[in-house]
């Protein structure tokens, strides 16, 4: 059974930082590209940053740019969220997403964390 856990949300002030961690664990053969979503009270899911194997260029909301850094680490499976200077816009539920290989071949599956809450509040 392959599961996504997630740590490191929690409440912080405007301006502050946290670090989401998200670890794959489970049987599989490999874990492809990895990235955050997050849904904000009463909307819709929305990417965050997503980041692939080969070292290439993240991708970035736009909303998120030079504020969030999205980095992995393949030997643990494992990629992580940086986010600073936070704003009361960026309070959401933080989910981890990754394609992952179960069996050698061209296809994946997409696995979601259970998502961790962010909240920036005074």
């Known amino acids: 059974q392959v599961q996504l856990v997630e740590s490191g949300g929690g409440l912080v002030q405007p301006g502050g930082s946290l670090r989401l961690s998200c670890t794959a664990s489970?049987?599989?053969?490999?874990?492809?590209?990895m990235g955050w979503y997050r849904q904000p009270p009463g909307k819709e899911r929305e990417l965050v940053a997503t980041?692939?194997?080969?070292?290439?260029?993240?991708d970035y909301a736009n909303s998120v740019k030079d504020r969030f850094t999205i980095s992995r680490d393949n030997a643990k499976n494992t990629v992580y969220l940086q986010l600073n200077n936070l704003q009361p816009g960026d309070t959401a539920v933080y989910f981890c997403?990754?394609?992952?290989?179960?069996?050698?071949?061209?296809?994946?599956?997409?696995?979601w964390g259970q998502g961790t809450q962010v909240t920036v509040s005074s």
């Open positions: 997403n990754a394609k992952i290989f179960l069996v050698a071949g061209p296809f994946g599956y997409d696995y």
């Open positions: 489970g049987s599989f053969i490999r874990v492809d590209a």
């Open positions: 980041l692939g194997t080969g070292g290439g260029d993240p």
